[in-house]
């Protein structure tokens, strides 16, 4: 019997030079992508399409693994000052952002809730274009897709910043009352693409409603 199938096989699609965010200075870089394979008995054979998504951009010079987005200059929209900033980038990108785009069609009033939580918590005042801009992101690529990119990065968050982003989530998806199933989705997309187990994300939001009866 001929066993053959279909697998996807991580493998360099290009490479070029890009600014590095951690070298802080330019150096070669290889991009590494899913390219699906014809495989006869498990071993691939033929090479077919490229899968679109979980690209990769490997810094040569320090490793750092960047999604492919900081090439074209759409990761991060913003290019962060400090550590922290970067920090708050991805609670807005990957938590706030996600949760406000999975409602639906996004009100102004969502935005408003949204730029309050930041305020409050997040990183002070938002910058409203660039803003539109991280919405229309993950309006285009998709909530879960545009989560993806959190698996390359996760390893830079420590245990306490995981929560801290589920928590950001939780007070996004309670703007409208309690969480709905789409919403829970959401955080539980978060928690998986952080690599956290369901017990500390659950844990995360029963701290998080004793903290923020209200969201507030
Ligand atoms: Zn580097």
């Not at 699609?13 to 498990?42: H, I, K, P, V, W």
């Not at 010079?61 to 960047?66: D, F, Q, V, W």
């Not at 990119?149 to 995981?162: S, W």
């Amino acid at each position: 019997m001929i066993i053959f199938g279909f697998r996807g096989v991580r493998m360099t699609r290009d490479t070029g030079t890009f600014e590095c965010l951690d070298c802080q200075r330019s150096t070669e870089y290889r991009l590494r992508a899913l390219r699906n394979f014809f495989t006869l008995y498990f071993i691939p054979i033929i090479p077919l399409t490229w899968q679109s998504g979980n690209e990769e951009v490997q810094c040569l010079a320090c490793r750092a693994k960047y999604p492919a987005g900081i090439l074209d200059g759409s990761w991060p929209v913003e290019h962060p000052d400090s550590l922290q900033d970067s920090f708050y980038f991805m609670i807005r990108r990957f938590a706030l952002v996600p949760m406000l785009v999975a409602g639906g069609i996004v009100q102004e009033s969502d935005k408003e809730w949204l730029c309050g939580l930041c305020w409050a918590g997040y990183g002070g005042q938002v910058d409203l274009e660039q803003l539109d801009a991280e919405i229309e992101y993950v309006q285009t690529h998709g909530v879960d897709q545009s989560m993806e990119d959190l698996a390359i990065v996760k390893d830079t968050l420590d245990e306490t910043q995981k929560i801290e982003m589920v928590t950001a989530a939780w007070r996004m998806g309670i703007v409208d009352g309690r969480l709905e199933p789409h919403e829970w989705k959401v955080l539980a997309k978060l928690g998986e693409s952080l690599g956290m187990s369901a017990e500390s994300i659950d844990n995360a939001i029963t701290e998080a409603e004793l903290n923020y009866p209200s969201g507030h």
